[in-house]
T-cell receptor
């Protein structure tokens, strides 16, 4: 079965600093990959999704970017963090045809 | 458009009480419906799902029935436990191959002994 690893688990960064959150998937190949953000009291917001290497779709305009350099690697980045980027970031994957999302443990980002 | 509206929380219950968390949806086509659960400090896990009208999803004593006529997928459990304390998310998948899920805002459930 698939396993999703996210790191770091917790991150405290100053405003204006860069960001890199990494997600890797094991146990499957060619998954759809997703980055969600969970802000306090606001539920889950889809930020990016990818159906293959180098293919990134953005759901909302924002200060963040995503990349998929390998089939099972998904990276969330920012060049300059804003206070509003604070939140709980979740990576997820969907196996083709499975109809179910599998989530990683999440990365909690606090921007000060 | 596609959207999910679920009951605002928090919900606080005593152990063995009956639970209902309401969820209604708006969608084009024939979506699949899901309930995900998030335990403290963790990511989300699939709790149950239903892929067509009148299907009932069930798991760990939780149930939800896909009601197309009322566009609802309410989550129920007859007797909650302290270990059920978590945030519950209703979601829909409109059925495209992209697998893009639309989530509700989540409902915090706290169960007291």
């Amino acid at each position: 079965s698939q396993t999703i690893h996210q790191w770091p688990a917790t991150l405290v960064q100053p405003v204006g600093s860069p960001l890199s959150l990494e997600c890797t998937v094991e146990g499957t190949s060619n998954p759809n990959l997703y980055w969600y953000r969970q802000a306090a009291g606001r539920g889950l917001q889809l930020l990016f999704y990818s159906v293959g290497i180098g293919q990134i779709s953005s759901e909302v305009p924002q200060n963040l970017s995503a990349s998929r350099p390998q089939d099972r690697q998904f990276i969330l980045s920012s060049k300059k963090l804003l206070l509003s980027d604070s939140g709980f970031y979740l990576c997820a994957c969907m196996i083709q045809g499975a109809g179910e999302l599998f989530f990683g443990e999440g990365s909690r980002l606090t921007v000060l | 458009g596609n959207s999910v509206t679920q009951m605002e929380g928090p919900v606080t219950l005593s152990e063995e009480a009956f639970l209902t968390i309401n969820c209604t949806y708006t969608a084009t086509g024939y979506p699949s419906l899901f309930w995900y659960v998030q335990y403290p400090g963790e990511g989300l896990q699939l709790l149950l799902k239903a892929t067509k009208a009148d299907d009932k999803g069930s798991n760990k004593g939780f149930e939800a029935t896909y009601r197309k006529e009322t566009t609802s997928f309410h989550l129920e459990k007859g007797s909650v436990q302290v270990s059920d304390s978590a945030v519950y998310f209703c979601a829909l998948d409109r059925g495209s191959t992209l697998g893009r899920l639309y989530f509700g805002r989540g409902t915090q459930l706290t169960v007291w002994p």
